[in-house]
């Protein structure tokens, strides 16, 4: 698999078009319905977004989230977690290990996946991502919808604003000096899949 990377800023790297946006839209279309079918997924459900290793509820952050746990094992394997698998895991774990090779890092086992929703006004206000408690690394955001107008994500300490397509991921480490915005979307809605390596 060939990729095609941007490099905006020091260790931010945006990897384009790794999955197909027909991929996005499929998976994105069968997790709604799997969320919508509370008997045969109970455990896949949109919560509010937290903040912190004690996942506090603020107006810091505004999304709702989904936590993909249950696409992995030791569940059952399903229709949506092999979907998953074929068709965006394996393609993000090709962009990491490009990362990682790049960056000269050590292996990386990663946090579980969470699909993240940001409906208009919906907004996660200057952060980074790691803390004592999670001893983050490098983090992931992978977009699989984005917002008509707004959400773009910023580093404001190196003055790059990024607006992903539906297929493309950005890797970034997770320390202070990688602070970043999710803009407020102002219309449409915007989904992302996240994750952290440690």
């Given amino acids: 698999m060939?990729?095609?990377?941007e490099k905006p800023g020091t260790c931010i790297r945006v990897y384009k078009s790794v999955f197909s946006s027909l991929a996005a839209e499929d998976f994105l279309a069968k997790l709604v319905e799997a969320i919508a079918d509370?008997?045969?997924?109970?455990?896949?459900?949109?919560?509010?977004?937290?903040?912190?290793?004690?996942?506090?509820i603020t107006s810091h952050r505004t999304s709702v989230s989904c936590t993909l746990t249950s696409?992995?094992?030791p569940y059952a394997p399903t229709e949506l977690s092999e979907f998953f698998a074929l068709n965006i895991?394996?393609?993000?774990?090709?962009?990491?290990?490009?990362?990682?090779?790049?960056?000269?890092?050590?292996?990386?086992?990663?946090?579980?996946?969470?699909?993240?929703?940001?409906?208009?006004?919906?907004?996660?206000h200057?952060?980074?991502?790691?803390?004592?408690?999670t001893s983050r690394v490098f983090s992931m955001v992978a977009s699989l919808s984005e917002a008509d107008e707004g959400g773009e994500l910023e580093f404001p300490n190196f003055d790059v604003i990024l607006k992903l397509s539906p297929?493309?991921?950005?890797?970034?480490?997770?320390?202070?000096?990688?602070?970043?915005?999710?803009?407020?979307?102002?219309?449409?809605?915007?989904?992302?899949?996240?994750?952290?390596?440690?």
């Fill in 2 to 5: 060939s990729l095609t990377v």
């Fill in 38 to 56: 509370e008997w045969d997924h109970p455990e896949l459900v949109w919560k509010n977004s937290g903040v912190g290793s004690h996942n506090h």
């Fill in 71 to 73: 696409l992995f094992k």
């Fill in 89 to 124: 895991d394996n393609k993000i774990q090709t962009a990491m290990i490009d990362y990682v090779s790049e960056n000269l890092l050590p292996g990386a086992s990663r946090e579980p996946y969470g699909v993240l929703k940001y409906f208009p006004g919906a907004e996660y």
């Fill in 126 to 133: 200057a952060h980074y991502d790691h803390s004592p408690q």
């Fill in 167 to 198: 297929g493309d991921i950005v890797f970034f480490p997770s320390n202070f000096p990688y602070l970043h915005i999710a803009h407020p979307v102002v219309t449409g809605t915007k989904h992302s899949i996240v994750t952290w390596y440690i």
